[in-house]
């Protein structure tokens, strides 16, 4: 059982409109390690970073058996940088700046003891980075799983077009889906994003849950009520990792696997919010996940009479 994870490690600063962070560690193969590592490891981490990114960051994943043999150090650079401000409803969010720096021309190199991961985790990169990791492996792995956005959409559609033939299971989000299909309709957006490449595709609404396609079956998953949600950086990304680290430790990839698997992901994502960065996932214990796992079974459980 192995994952391997590719993605940015980074400096986010973040706006909400309850508080404001400083320059904190993110970067969405950050969030995506801390969260798959609950339930699989090793996690093969491919990313680079500069030489301002803490030693002891990498030390933590490291601890939780994060390998890091792929995650390039460039000692006299500096790692990429993103900030962002979310509005009231905090469910979207304008980006204030991104300095790429080290991610301007990275070139992944995927290390020899990664060669037959079970699944490939494709963190919302560059679709050329996205690429030539799928090239680089000598082995197709059992599933391919890509995240990805707007953002590359406008600027590498031939690209990420490519990397969409390669890919078993798409995670975007509504606005995604719908700007990628030219579709308002999400059930249409989905019949037309499949026939670009995945067999499932995840759409995920924010605080209105994901919803799961595959064929003509679909899956709704809510996400919790919370009393309040402090910062939704990374929710996306924790999401996928709980998401591909329970199907590496299930090994069940059917619809039916893939259900459990994305109120995994919503289960995990609904503690990312709690605080800023990756705060409140450094402090997660299995308890706290299976007790919130069963606060999902019981918002969605019900016994019902037709009359
Ligand atoms: P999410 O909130 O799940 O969409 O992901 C937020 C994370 O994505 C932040 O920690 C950022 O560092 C990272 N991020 C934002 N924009 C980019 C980008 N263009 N390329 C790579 N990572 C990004």
Redesign the pocket.
Known sequence: MSVIVVG?M?F?AIETPFGKSNKIV???AT?IAWSASNFTRPVQQISVVGGDFPQEELDLLQARGVQMDGVQIKKDKKS?F?SGRYHMDMNTRDTLE?QLNV?GDFEPVVPAGYQGADILMLG??SPAVQLSVIEQLKERPKLTVLDTMN?WMDTAMPDLEKVLKEVDILLVNDSEARQLSAQYSLVRAAREIMKMGPKFLVIKKGEHGALLFHGDHVFFAPALPLDEVFD??????TFAGGFVGYLDSTRDFSFDGMKSAIVIGSAIASFCVEKFGTTRLKELTKSDIDERVQQFVELVNFDIALV
């Open positions: 940015s980074a986010d993110g970067g969405a969030y990429f993103w991104t991610l919302n990169l953002f939704p950086t990374g929710a996306g990304d």
